[in-house]
């Protein structure tokens, strides 16, 4: 049981076997007024007392405090649980309002706070009277009476007042005394002035820990007596989101516990979310793990769209607003097959989903045009279109010059598969493959094949000859014609002319010209002849030499030339004694002039001699010879020679052997030569040549590679034994260098229009380098063919110079005019002149001329004659109208002119009198066809109408056709256009005298007028 007293002690108390609330109530028995306000007493902590037990009884006399042992049966006393929680507690000494107040809350809680009636009684009942009475915790303040330890006012129920009080009579009476023990106004207050000294009325209440709001949480608490002290109740609830853990309400007891521990706020959370596949989730969660209030976004992958909220959030209930939304794959459509063409992808059409991919390619032939591979994106949409397989192009051929082409084309036009076939024209052969097709790579199985023009090979000038070929530019193409003639004092022996034929080979053997020869003369009585040609070749200019024996004297001429003609020039003279004395001076001169060329008939004897006598003055053939003082190993021996001089010394004979022991010091150690092993094989390091068996000098018993790695060769110079022999020996070594320097030349450069061709044995352009100089077509070598570096540093003659050759000087034909181009001078090697005539004259002749490599015009020059000068006798029939060109084909041919010519240009019509001796003329032309002849009309002219702007001249018999064909044939430049084909018509048919027609006016028969065969075989003009 808990009871309260101004002071605390321990009491031995005694107690009968009754139990506690017998006891308890026969206390209360007469007093009312306490079961009233203590519905409850604590008399044990069981109920029962025990025969010795602790209790707590208030004891409050004046003095020290003292424990008595007091008969529990008769002196004890309880109270109610009115006052349970704190105790009353008094100074021993007066003091003012303030310093008491100062005191109780410094010792204890605070001055005592009345709280109720039964409070007031039980003060007065166990305080002892003092004199001056005791401050009580009441005070004015801002005008009203306010509890100082709560700051409360005091409420009028609870105004406990003595009788005309507060009545402030000494003025400033803001302090209250309670009347403890006082006669009259027992328990009650009165107002004093603070300044007062009175006794010091304290309490002390049990406290409990200050309690604060809960997080995320709101406290409500009652404090009845203050602060955190016994009575205090405190209720608790939880923000929206949030619950609470623990009990809703507690109160401080008495013994200064909380009745339960503080309660929490704990929030409200809903289950835990999963990131779903495939998706992202973000989540916002201010008050931990989703709990209330957390929001979760959603996303998707790429490729990914959601399915559901994109956001949800946890509620107040803890459970979530909405569903966990889902992601699915975005899906691109089916692709269309390709022509041609395979698609291959990474998934079925099923599921082409982001990211699928699919590659495209094609067969074979085709190229894919457009992206090789295509991917479903993120939104749906494939990367790009479709491709389409294409197929491959080759590049477009034509038909070669000179040539046919035929084609099929089985996909597309000079595409995969296409095969093309070509054939030439007659004088025309093919070069490449006759047949090509277009590859599945979309090229050509071999180039385009070309026509190339059937040559025959060139011809080589003949000696004492010329060659002059129809047409140089043509470059001896089928029909060339070339004529042969020799020059003065020679025959042509052979064909005087040969034709290109269409097999490319030459109608005969090239002639030759021959000397003409004179015949042997006889010799002459007491005289000599000395001829230039032994007696089997006293040809064309030969000459022979006549002189007498001593006392006789030559009559007649002293020397006889052999002339073009096979003749002699003149007479045989005669010796005739004239008994002349002898003449020393002569003989000494004959002598003379017969020794000179004697020696210098061979120039290899000579310059050997020559080379030998040098050789004994210390000098050797083209080059001389260099040797160090120091001595070095071979590598660098090596590099001191060539920096210094050519190379090393190689040795070529033995002469060259002797020469270097004679005239190369003796040293104490011997000299390198140019000779090495390289790869196991002895090399000259210069020409990098190896040596030969023939060619080595090896001392006794060398080379023996001694000491291993004796790759390098040392010459004895001046030894006892083996002078000039070889030794191999270590290329470390140190020895002295031999080295040569060759005789070097000026460089020579190619000729200008011509071609230098050079052999450097010893190194460019020098020591026995020698040049052979040619000059291209048209151009004529002035001087030596070929140059040699002599010994002595320079050539054996002048360069050369290539001279362009010259044809004679055309002037402008009279009645025309003349334009020419010279791309090497006037009237040079390939200078070409175009003729034309003034109008009212015909040129006769070629209308260009070239000038060709011989120095010779390819033909006459052209002459302009009048119209009039053209005799129509010889004509059987002539009309021209203008027109444009045209083809006329005919089967059966007869052919006399053909003649189409355009509008701008015209003949004179030329009537048929006389011409054919009573024919009549005819005329045919091609159908409509264009492919077969027609009798057009039976009179002598073709109207423009009947095929516009075309006229075929045709008349004449079959002789007359083949006497003019075989004439254009023969000619040296057969015409090549219908422009040359009139004007070789025209021409020929005025070199047929009228005799010859006559002749050949006996067969009558007339055909369809055809296309004269000209230049190459052809029958289209």
Known sequence: MTCVALAITRLRCQQDERTGEEN???????????AAVAPRILIGHAGTWSL????????????????????FHHTWECFPELVEGWTYHY?????????????CKTHYTDMVAIQNKGEIAYLNEILPYVKGYYWIGIRKMKGNWTWVGTKKTLTKEAENWADNEPNN????????????????DEGKWNDEDCNKRKTALCYTVNQCSELTSPLNGRMNCTHPIGGFSFGTACSFDCAKGYKLKGSG??????DGTWSSEQPECEAITCSPLKEPQNSLMKCDTPNGNFSYNTSCQFSCVDGFYIKGATEITCTESGEWRDSIPQCEAIKCGSLQTIDNGFINCSNPDEHLVYNSTCQFSCGEGFVLEGASHLQCTASGQWSGETPACKVNQCSELTSPLNGEMACTHPIGSFSFGTACSFECGKGYRLKGSEKISCSAEGTWSSEQPKCEAIKCGSLQTIDNGFINCSNPDEHLLYNLTCQFSCGEGFVLEGASHLQCTASGQWSANIPQCKAIKCGSLQTIDNGFINCSNPDEELVYNSTCQFSCEEGFVLEGASHLQCTASGQWSGETPACKDLHLPPASIQDTATVCLAVVPAILSSGLMFAAWLMKRLRQKGCCEGWKYFYSEDTMDYDHARKWCTENYTDMVAIQNQEEIEYLNKVIPRMKVYYWIGLRKIDGIWTWVGTKKPLVKEAENWASREPNNQKLGEDCVEIYIKRDTDQGKWNDELCTKKKHALCYRVSTCTSQTTLAHGRMNCSHPFGNFSYNSSCNFDCNEGFIRKGAKTLRCTEFGEWSGQTPACQVSECTSLTTPNHGSMKCSHPFGNFSYSSSCDFACNKGFIRKGNGTVHCTESGKWSNLQPECQAQSEISPVKFMTLSVIGGTAATLVCSSVTLLLLMIYRKSRSLPDITSNNAAYGHKPTFAGPDRSGKKCSPLMSHGFVSPGVMDGFVFIVEGIEHVRDLLDRRVRARAIPPRNVQELAGALVEEWGNISQQELTNLVQSMRRRCTAVLQAAGGHSRY
């Open 169 to 184: 009579g000494r003025n400033n009476e803001d302090c209250v005394e309670i009347y403890i023990k006082r006669k009259i």
């Open 24 to 34: 308890i109530a026969e206390a209360a028995r007469g007093q009312p007024s306490w």
């Open 249 to 254: 309400r507690v109160s401080c007891s008495a």
């Open 52 to 71: 010795e037990q602790t209790c707590w009884v208030l004891w409050g006399l004046l003095g020290e405090l003292q424990s008595p042992i007091m008969d």
């Open 91 to 103: 100074s021993n000494k007066t003091m003012k309002w303030n310093e008491a107040r100062e005191w």
